[in-house]
């Protein structure tokens, strides 16, 4: 099994940028999907980018246009840098693994947008 840990969540003000970073206990090559997910209070967890071992990636609309997803599988390590940020992307940023029937999660970093 995996263990990921997610950091580089903060305080931060509207239009500021933060780099999240996912980081795996082994090696995240055998991972199809990597991806990261949010979750504001109340609210469901919801997709915000993925990345296949391949390179493709793909964004939720809401992010698109200030988000980069991108992974090191030399370092395991997913990131998700994060433009231009808004009072609504405030949320718990999760990290997950995803191969064939198995996925994998992480504890999650805080993401506070002030005004």
């Known amino acids: 099994q995996v263990q990921l840990v997610e950091s580089g969540g903060g305080l931060v003000q509207t239009g500021g940028s933060l780099r999240l970073s996912c980081a795996a206990s082994g090696s995240i090559f055998s991972f199809n999907v990597m991806r990261w997910y949010r979750q504001a209070p109340g609210k469901q967890r919801d997709l915000v980018a993925l990345i296949t071992n391949g390179g493709t990636t793909n964004y939720a609309d809401s992010v698109k246009g200030r988000c980069t997803i991108s992974r090191d599988n030399a370092k395991s390590t997913v990131y998700l840098d994060l433009n231009n940020l808004k009072a609504e992307d405030t949320a718990v940023y999760y990290c997950?693994?995803?191969?064939?029937?198995?996925?994998?999660w992480g504890q999650g970093t805080q993401v506070t947008v002030s005004s």
């Open positions: 997950n693994a995803h191969r064939n029937s198995y996925d994998a």
